[in-house]
Nanobody
């Protein structure tokens, strides 16, 4: 089974920074993409950032210029550097990966447990 373990969340003041990390483990034949989603209380889960196997990245408009997604293939880990944090960024952040577990299988989605980010004075 594929597992994703997230870390790096916490309480920060507006304008502060955090770096989230997500380490993947288990049977993974190939990885198509990894990304970060977030969900605030009473709101829908939204895509924050993705990084594709070739290295291209994509961000939701609200975080462009402030957040950076990156990866370390040797460690099978994806990161989300969050700068200039705003109260609107408060949410539980979830790591997601699209992987094949075998050469003959389709890509499937796997999720981390979530890490809480609170931006408050």
């Amino acid at each position: 089974q594929v597992q994703l373990v997230e870390s790096g969340g916490g309480l920060v003041q507006p304008g502060g920074s955090l770096r989230l990390s997500c380490a993947a483990s288990g049977r993974i034949f190939s990885t198509y993409a990894m990304g970060w989603y977030r969900q605030a209380p009473g709101k829908q889960r939204e895509l924050v950032a993705t990084i594709i196997s070739g290295g291209s990245t994509n961000y939701v408009d609200s975080v462009k210029g402030r957040f950076t997604i990156s990866r370390d293939n040797a460690k099978n880990t994806v990161y989300l550097q969050m700068n200039s944090l705003k109260s609107e960024d408060t949410a539980v952040y979830y790591c997601n990966t699209k992987v094949r577990v075998d050469w003959y299988s389709n890509y499937g989605d796997y999720w981390g447990q979530g890490t809480q980010v609170i931006v408050s004075s």
